[in-house]
Each structure stands twice: as structure tokens, then as C-alpha cells.
């Protein structure tokens, strides 16, 4: 019979490789870096210019005054900022800055209020809803834009301020409607009716 000899790896040659894979961990740390780094503001800018964008389109105005430091949560959707529409020195509504949970994730939105507590607007900013099926509710704008005229509070299928859910894709409709919602009661809260 033969005798089988173990292996065993010497000390330096697994220093050798720690120290090779460190060194390939650390030159790809500083590259991700580098790219984030050169990239970050590019991709700030890009953001902040599709949510100007979708500010315009639910409710154009000369300029926007953020209602400082506002965040509030309702009914599963969370306002992360609203912002005072003035024109002509006016106040001419309110656009709220929205996310709601859908069907694949959260789904951003812009919704913009009128001093008459009505929506004039929604415009999607970013999702992850399903292609063809919770997309025909968030990527259309004409589904979206049944909503204009609204008052508080939106349903779904049913009543005086109905959104009609898009078949198939009822989570991605109850989304959208619980973001107005959330913006109607943002709004509410921060500037009373007078």
C-alpha cells in the first residue's frame, strides 16, 4: 500500500495570497471611489432636474419655497418635502414630494395641490413596478392624469373623488392614491385652510 501525503500550504505562500487579494480589494475600492467621486454630482444634477421637471409639470410656477423641514407619513406614503408654488408673487398651491410603496418597491412621485385643496397633478419620478402590468398605472401619464381635479380624499374604483385602478395592477393604483393622499394631508397640515 501506498502512503497518501497531506498537503499543507506553507505560511508565506497564504501570506502571498492575503496579501494579493487585499491589494485587488484595495485597488477596486479606490477605483468605485473615484468613479463615485467623479460621478456624484452629474448624477445629483440629473436628479435634481427631473424633480424641477416633474415640479413644472404637476404645477407650473416661477419658483418653489420649500416649507422648511417637512416630512410626514400617511396611510403608507411618505412625504419627503413640500414646497410652496408662487407666481406673481403669489401662492398658486403646493407640490409635495411623495414615495409610496407598490408593488415592486417604492414608487417616487410629484404631486402638486391647488390653494383649493385639488389636485392639479402627478408626475412619477423613479420605480420599480413591474413592466406592462404596474407600469400601465406609474409610466402613463394619461392614467395619472385622472387624478387632476380630485379633491381629499381619493379612492379607488368608488365615490366622488374616484381614481380608476388600471386592471391588473390594483397595488400600483392603491400606491398612487394613497401618494395624493398623503400630499392632500400634507398640505392640510402645513397651511391650514384660511
Known sequence: MSETKKLSPSTTYILRLAGTLLA???V?????GLVNFITAPTIARSTEEKRVEAMQQVLPA????????FAQEHDGATVTA????????????YVAEVTANG????????VGVSPERMVT???VIDHSETPNVGSKVVDDQAVLNQSVGLGYPVTVNS????FDAVSGATVS?????????????????????G
Open 24 to 26: 485587488i480589494t484595495a
Open 28 to 32: 477596486t475600492a479606490l477605483l468605485l
Open 62 to 69: 416661477e419658483e418653489y419655497r420649500a416649507v422648511e423641514a
Open 82 to 93: 413640500l414646497s410652496e408654488a408662487v407666481s406673481g408673487g403669489e401662492t398658486i398651491g
Open 103 to 110: 408593488f415592486g418597491g417604492a414608487i417616487s412621485m410629484v
Open 121 to 123: 397633478g402627478v408626475s
Open 159 to 162: 365615490g366622488d373623488n374616484a
Open 173 to 193: 393604483s392603491r400606491a398612487v392614491v394613497a401618494g395624493i393622499n398623503a400630499a392632500h394631508e400634507a398640505v392640510a397640515t402645513a397651511i391650514p385652510l
